[in-house]
Structure formats: C-alpha cells, structure tokens
C-alpha cells in the first residue's frame, strides 16, 4: 500500500511538469501552449486555415511618423573594449557619450569572411578584408525616425534616419579613409586617428518597402536590406506562428557548410499568443499588453535532429524543447529524434509570402548525430541561424507598429550586434554595423502621428471573497463540531 | 474515524488556498499567456452593396484582465460596428458603437469582475467590386496582475490554519477520553448492527483510501488552471446559461489530468482488487456474508464514488470560484451541470475498472499490476490514441462534456471491449471461490 501511494505521488508530480513553468525562458509559454494545444487536438491556435489574404485597414498614411528613442540597459558583455575605448578617448581628449558601440564597416556584398575581434587593442577588430575599418562611436542620445513620403499600392517609400546626439567617434586612419566620405568629414586627425565630434550626426537612407513581400530596397542601389521591421505586414498580422528576419549579422562568420555565405541572419519567432509583459504609453496613447505581439529570436539553429545510442532523454529536456515548439521521440533502440513542428510549418509558410526562406541543410555532424539546420536564403545570401544575439521585438497588434525592440534581457548575447541601429544603413557598396559595448541595446516608441487612441471599456476591479473556499470553511466547521459532539457523546 | 475525516476536511481549508497561492507564483503558460482565436463574423455574397451581420461570443475572464479584439475585412470594408460586453450573472454592460473612421478602432475591456462574459457584436461593411465580403475577428486576452487574489488566498489560507489547528487540538483533546478500534481480529466478535456498524466503518477507513481520495482533489486542484482564460468555440444552439456552465467545467480542466485520474483508479484498483485478495477486505466481506458478487459490486462502488468525487469536487470548486453569482442564480442549471460531469466521468472511470479489475484477475499482486498497468499508461497512451484510447476519451467525456451516447458511439469498439472486460473480469472475480479464512 505504501509503494503504492509512493508511486502514485511520484507519478503525479512528474507529469505535472508538464504544465507547470518551472523551466524559465521567455519563448516557452506560447510554444508550449501551442505544442500542447496540437497535442491535445485543440485548433485553438492553428489558423494556418486562415492565412488568406485579408484587407486591413490600414493605419499607415503618406506623412505618417514613428519616432523612436534608444537606450542601453544591462551591463557590459565586453569590459576590455570598453577600458581601451575610454584610454583612447580620454588620451584623445574626446568626449565619451552615454552609449558606446564598435562600429564596423562592411563590404555590404558580403562575399568575403570575417573573423572574431581581436581585443589586444588594435582597433581595426574584425579582421578579413570585408571589415575595412573598425570605430569607437559613442553618443549622448541616439533617436530613430522613420517617415512615410509616399505610399501606392505596392510600395512604401520611407525615409529612415538615425540622430546621434553629442556624437563623437575615433577611427584608425590608414583604415578608414572611406568613412568620412559616408557620414562627415572628421573634426580633426590626431596620432594616426580619425577624430569626430559632432553636436549632432544624422544618418539617413531612403528606403522602398516592397507591399508584396515586405522587403525593404536602397532606393539609391536597388540592393536588398532586410525584412521591414517597424510595422507587420498583413501577412504576419493575419497568422498565429510566422518568422522574421530581423537582421544580417555580416561580423560574424558561421560556417555550417562551404555552401553557406558564412554569415548570420536573426530570425524571430513571432507566436500571435505572446503578449509582453507590460503596458505601453505612446504620446499619451495606453497600449495594454494584451494589444501587443511578441517576437523572440528563435533560440535552436537546427529543425531536426537524430541522435543514435542517446541513452534515456529526461522529462526536463523534452519539457524544454516543448517550449520551442519541437517534439522528442524516443525510440526502444535509444535512438531519439528531435522535430520543431512549428518551426518547420512556419517556414513552410514564409515561403509564399516573404523574400526569403527556410533551407533546410541536413548534415551527419558524427556517427551519432545527425542534424538538419535551418539556413536562410535570402538576396543571393545563405545565412546560418545561429543564435547568437537574442531580441525581443513588441509589436502592436491593432496597427502592427513596432512599439519595441531591444535585445532580450534573459538570454545574454554574445556579440551585441545592435539590429538597431544597424538596420538598413547601406551606403553604396558598404553598410555600417552597429555593436553595442557598454551594455544591451533597446529602442522604444516614443511619438508618433499615427492614432494609436483607443477606446477604453470596463474598469478595474479587486479579487472578491472566494465562495467555494466559503462553503468548504464552513463544511470543515461543521464536520469537526460534529466528530467532536459524537465524541463527547 | 469520523474524526481524522473531520480533521483530514479541515487541513482542506489550509491546504487550498496554500496551492492557489503556490499557481500564483508558478503560473501555467495559459495562466500568464493570452488566448488567441479568429471568428468569421460575416461571410456573405454582396457585389456593391451594404452587408451587416452579427456574432457573440462566451468569455471566462478574471478580474483585471484585459480583452481586445480586432476585426478585418476580406472583399469589403468596414462602415461601423456595435460591440456590447455583458457579465452574464450581473447583467453589467459595457457597449461601444463605432462608425466610418473610427470603424477602424476597437476598444479594449478591462474586466472588473471575474466570471463569464458575453460578447456581442454587430457590424456593417461595404462590400468591394465584387464577390463575397468576409469579416474575421480576432479576440486576445492579457492576465492582469494577480496581487489582489495573492491577499485573498493569503487571508484564507490564515483562517484555514486556523480553523485546522483547533479542530486538531479539540479532536485530540477529545480523542484521549474516549478511543475505540476496530482490529479486524476483533471484527468477527461483534454482533448486531453494531457489529455490522463497526465492519462498515472499518471498511471504510481501511487503508486509507479516503485520504488518498483527498489527496487527489488536492491534486486536480493544484493541475487545474485557477486563472485560466477562455474563449470557447461556439456549441450550437443551447441556452446561454447552460453554455456557459458548460463553458466553466471544461475550463476546470489540466493536460495532465487524464493521467492524474488514470493514476488514481489505478492505485484504487490494485488496493480493492489485488490486496483485498492477499488480505483485507474479503476477510471482512467473509466476515460480514456477503456473497463474493455482491463484494464485488461493493468494491465497484466505492471505487466510483473515490475516484469521480474528488474530481467532481475539484471541478465544482472551481466554477463556484470563478461565478459564484452564476450558481447560486440557477442552481438547477449548476446542479445538471455538475451531475453530467459526474455521469460522463463515473462512465470514464467504470471504462477503465473493466480493464483494470480484468488485468487485477490476471495480475493479482498489487505491484505487478501497477507496473504493467502504468507501464501502458505512460508508453503506449498518447493524446493521439493508444490501445485504451484513454486521452481521447477522458477530453471527450469529461473535459469537453460531450454526450455520453455521442462517445460511446464513436469510440463503440473500445467500449464493446470494455464492457466484454468488465463481464468476464466480474464472473472470474466472483467464480473464483472463497478463501478460506483462518
């Protein structure tokens, strides 16, 4: 009887785990929902069904604006870059800002390799001949503004500008000679560097957002740079599960195979269940949460995986891999499959709607493993979806304007690649990339002129007494004054 | 015996809101999470012209929860739209009518009391150059913070201390001056009804089944969802009361459930079945003369009763917790409610006794039947199927509360097989003679 009542404990706490959020993370709670929902049966989430082309009306108007502020927050990932930059700063006599980035000038074609920054000291950090030149860039308060100059039925064209306040920045000189051409001449040349000290700098491109596939084009060169970021398209706003490319890392080298470009895309899982996890106010507009959308970096590289002889999988990493919407099966011989359901169906559907996709390369990484990553094809690019920088992105989910972004607090990026501001700042052949040094990179809405104003129904309440807890103090009352009458009886 | 069940009631009220503060602080994903859904409200062939339509819509939400909708056209464009929100047991209305420009606005609802809310919206388009005009809406609800119920089930987990701790301190005082037992030695002695009194009694508190039984209510307690937000999908034409009773008990519901009452009836079974066997409760059905058919129908009994109360109980719990209004304005209509769960989870449970008490007959050691049986539960029972079809089944009859003959129907070679288990199960148990007790 005891082991019995052992077993029967032991057995119900295991399977609670299922549902309890003991595991932390912040992509898990939809994708487990999710997963469990397609578990179960339930068609609660899935809407693929509904994924038709819808007529929305649409919030975005010629002369609309979005201004948004950035912020670091968090502590500093890259501590002896930050004290050589402030050395260099200080034996410069240049003013440091609150916000310090490595600022990277790249061969925008991106057919060449970088390699990890060195942090001996030398500034030209990323090496290969791709990464022509490497800057210090600091600044006071740094806003993004995006415009709508004209709208048609297939286009956007936006005008997208990044202000630096008490801007200043340094550079090498013998490997810089071209910036000055793409942002300002420089205030002086001091010691073979570069020197830029600016009340304020204004970098501005003019970009075509495509309304078929949401591609945003440099309406100078006609050349690819992204999926448009600061408001969904009708696609995304019409599904539960979609997938956005948020960005192209051109620093960092992720060579799965020789047949990648050997670079890394950002892709965020945007899961039409996720709310964040607080109010907004824009100029005086409340955006409850429950009006946002949340996208996370998708935190696997891969979509599917086998491993042979992988010996008993614990309920813990199933629960896990539940939360990114991904399967394990074990088999009786040991062999365990991994399959990302969600990941894949979402990719599956991208394909019809965006200017890039999902490739899958499967790969025999040893004898007993075996993986399918997921690259991404995009403008003549195949990018790896390595994980290394991780963003939450909040979204509106009545006019699918950007209310957000910022990398994601709870997961630490490893190289602080700033998708803002780094996002559509093409110059001719080069673009600039932005990593951000002294912290982590957030940039929030702050004004816009488009109506966010909604009306406000109900009221606030307070949690009543509970009349089931009640009606059982009052059953335990009388059964304990009955078993103590019979008693003393 | 009537004591430690008094007793063992009060730590109840400790106990309780003790777990609903524990889901407080480690919330399911639906409890954090918001509910999406998409709803045709209008489909309707309209070159040209004006189309109107309208749609409601059951919502359980909780006190500060914030619900917003949006609605899009496909083929045409919206020209105005009224929205009323009703707290179905209070009658309290929200309404907002928009039209032309602010057509494209929605508003958002603060929900100002827990329970069930009714949705309603009527809406208006022009359609385009031509073909059909299709409206979708899409409802999504936020969980409010949840400090207000933490000093509430704070508050009642006090008084539950409370009121535990003086019934112990009465019951021991009570219990030293006057202590009797039963040892089933001594059962064979009595005579009359007290004897019968004394047997029925030990029967009862054999084993303690009745607190694993209390254990188990604790448990569904602690899966279920207390904040779980709904949106259901729509039920055909029923009244809205019983829609929205339906509405709550299958709210009061947890993935892991199925395998939480699967667990129970098994550990029930292998104690009535299996160890009554090896000694216990036959010698005192012996005792008592009772035929070995109509012990057999006993041990039925009490299983149904130890395995549907607590799961009743819990899910009753709940809905009077979340629209307590709701109940005590249609008792009737709760009572119905709660009595077809019963039904629908009584023929669940009696699904399972017919495979179990068969596998007890084949398996007669209590761990052995354990093994094989949980074995099966946890290998071969997927929410897809299984040899069972336990999952499915469970959903249907108790979570969803489908009509009984509606799953019996569907899943008729299960059931035909449960009901061939359960005959042969019953005339082996019963033909397989007496012990001979010493």
Redesign the interface.
């Given at each position: 009887?005891g082991?019995?009542?052992l077993?029967?404990?032991q057995?119900?706490l295991a399977?609670?785990c299922?549902?309890?959020?003991?595991t932390t993370g912040p992509y898990?709670?939809?994708v487990?929902?999710t997963a469990?929902a397609e578990?179960?049966?339930t068609?609660?989430?899935d809407?693929y069904g509904?994924a038709?082309?819808?007529?929305?009306?649409n919030?975005i108007f010629e002369g609309a604006f979005l201004k948004y502020e950035v912020s670091v927050f968090g502590q500093p990932k890259t501590e002896p870059l930050i004290s050589h930059a402030k050395e260099l700063f200080e034996s410069l006599k240049v003013p440091l800002g609150k916000t310090l980035f490595l600022v990277t000038l790249q061969n925008a074609t991106g057919g060449t390799k970088a390699t990890a920054f060195d942090t001996s000291g030398e500034l030209v950090m990323p090496g290969g001949p791709a990464s022509l030149c490497g800057v210090f860039w600091s600044s006071d308060r740094i806003s993004i503004q995006v415009t709508v100059e004209t709208m048609s039925g297939s286009a956007y064209t936006v005008n997208y500008s990044v202000i630096f306040s008490n801007f200043s920045a340094i550079g090498l000189e013998k490997t810089c000679k071209m910036l000055p051409e793409l942002i300002s001449p420089p205030s002086e040349i001091k010691g073979g560097y570069l020197v830029w000290r600016r009340d304020s700098l204004t970098l501005s491109k003019k970009i075509i957002v495509n309304v078929s596939n949401w591609n945003a084009v440099d309406a100078d060169s006609g050349r690819s740079l992204g999926e448009w970021l600061f408001w969904l398209s009708p696609f995304d706003l019409?599904v539960?599960y979609t997938l956005i490319l948020a960005g192209i890392n051109l620093h960092v080298t992720a060579g799965i195979t020789p047949n990648l470009s050997g670079f890394v895309g950002y892709v965020l899982y945007l899961n039409?269940?996720?709310?964040a996890s607080r109010d907004y106010v824009v100029g005086g507009a409340d955006i409850?949460?429950?009006?946002t959308l949340v996208a996370y970096s998708y935190p696997l590289a891969h979509m599917y995986e086998k491993v042979l002889r992988a010996g008993r999988v614990s309920e813990e990493f199933k629960s896990i891999m539940r939360r990114y919407g991904c399967s394990v099966v074990q088999h009786p011989n040991s062999t365990v499959e991994v399959f990302c359901e969600a990941f894949s169906r979402a990719a599956s559907h991208i394909e019809r709607w965006k200017a890039w996709k999902v490739v899958p390369v499967s790969m025999q990484i040893d004898p007993n493993l075996f993986r399918t990553f997921a690259a991404i094809k995009y403008s003549g690019l195949y990018l790896a979806m390595y994980p290394i920088d991780f963003y939450t992105f909040v979204y509106d989910?009545?006019t699918g304007l950007l209310l957000e972004a910022s990398h994601d607090p709870s997961v630490e990026s490893w190289w602080g690649h700033a998708i803002l501001p780094s996002a559509y700042l093409s110059f001719g052949n080069y673009t600039l990339s932005f990593k951000v040094l002294n912290g982590l990179i957030n940039a929030k809405l702050v004004e816009t002129n488009i109506?966010l104003?909604?009306?406000?129904?109900?009221?606030?309440?307070?949690?009543?007494?509970?009349?089931?807890?009640a009606?059982?103090?009052a059953?335990?009352?009388l059964?304990?004054a009955?078993?103590?009458a019979?008693?003393?009886r | 015996m009537?004591?430690r069940?008094?007793?063992a009631?009060?730590v109840?009220?400790l106990l309780?809101?003790l777990i609903l503060l524990a889901r407080l602080h480690?919330?399911?994903?639906?409890e954090?999470?918001?509910?999406?859904?998409?709803y045709l409200i209008l489909s309707a062939g309209a070159p040209g012209g004006y189309v109107s339509g309208s749609f409601d819509q059951l919502l359980l939400m909780h006190?500060?929860?914030?619900?917003?909708f949006?609605m899009?056209?496909?083929?045409?464009?919206?020209e105005s739209y009224n929205?009323t929100?009703a707290h179905l047991s209070t009658g309290e209305r929200?309404?907002?009518e928009?039209r032309r420009a602010l057509?494209?606005?929605?508003?958002?609802?603060?929900?100002?009391?827990?329970g069930v809310y009714v949705l309603e919206i009527s809406v208006a388009a022009a359609a385009?150059g031509g073909g059909a005009c299709t409206v979708?809406a899409?409802f999504?609800?936020?969980a409010s913070d949840r400090g207000?119920?933490a000093?509430?089930?704070t508050l009642?987990a006090w008084?539950?201390a409370a009121?535990t701790a003086?019934?112990a301190v009465?019951?021991y005082a009570?219990?030293r001056?006057?202590r009797q037992r039963f040892a089933p030695s001594k059962l064979g002695s009595l005579e009359g009804l007290k004897g019968r009194l004394a047997r029925l009694e030990w029967y009862f508190g054999f084993?303690g089944l009745w607190v694993?039984s209390f254990?188990v209510f604790l448990?569904y307690l602690?899966?279920f969802d207390r904040f779980k937000l709904s949106?259901p999908?729509r039920e055909g034409l029923m009244p809205r009361v019983e829609l929205a009773f339906l509405l709550l008990a299958s709210s009061a519901s947890?993935?892991?459930e199925p395998?939480?009452a699967a667990?129970?009836a098994?550990?029930l079974v292998?104690?009535l079945y299996c160890?009554s066997r090896e000694e216990g409760y036959e010698h005192v059905r012996f005792l008592l003369g009772v035929t070995p058919a109509r012990g057999y129908l006993a041990k039925l009994l009490t299983y149904l009763v130890l395995t549907s109360l607590p799961l009743v109980s819990a899910k009753?719990?709940?809905i009077?917790?979340w629209d307590?209004a709701l109940?005590f304005g249609n008792p009737l209509q709760f009572l119905a409610t709660v009595g077809r769960v019963w039904v629908n989870a009584t023929l669940f449970f009696l699904y399972l006794l017919a495979f179990y008490s068969l596998l007890s007959y084949l398996l007669p050691r209590?761990?052995y039947l354990?093994f094989a049986a949980?074995i099966e539960l946890y290998v071969y029972e997927t929410?897809?199927g299984g040899p069972l079809m336990l999952?499915?089944v469970y959903?249907q009859l108790v979570v969803d509360v489908a009509e009984a003959t509606s799953v019996v129907a569907a899943f008729w070679p299960h059931f035909a097989a449960a009901l061939a288990a359960g005959l042969a199960s019953f005339y082996l148990h019963v033909r397989r003679g007496e012990v001979k007790w010493r």
């Open positions: 009887m082991i019995a009542l077993f029967m404990i057995s119900a399977v609670s299922c549902n309890s959020a003991s898990g709670d939809a487990a929902t469990c578990i179960y049966g068609s609660e989430f809407s509904a038709i082309v819808f007529i929305y009306q919030p019409s539960n039409a269940s996720n709310t409850k949460r429950a009006r989910r009545q109506p104003q909604t009306p406000s129904l109900g009221s606030p309440g307070r949690a009543e007494a509970d009349p089931a807890y009606l059982l103090a059953s335990a009352a059964a304990t009955a078993a103590i019979r008693r003393w | 009537r004591g069940a008094a007793a009631f009060a109840l009220t309780v809101p480690n919330p399911s994903p639906e954090r999470g918001l509910f999406f859904g998409q006190v500060n929860d914030t619900l917003t949006r899009r056209g496909e083929g045409c464009r919206l929205v929100i929200f309404s907002f928009a057509a494209g606005y929605f508003p958002t609802f603060t929900a100002p009391r827990e385009g979708v899409e999504s609800i936020a207000g119920y000093k509430l089930f009642q008084v539950g009121l003086s019934a009465a019951l009570l219990g001056r006057r084993s694993v254990l448990v602690s899966v949106i999908q947890s993935r892991v395998v939480v667990l129970h098994l550990l292998s104690v160890y009753a719990y709940l009077l917790s307590a109940v209590t761990l354990l949980s929410a897809l999952y499915p959903r």
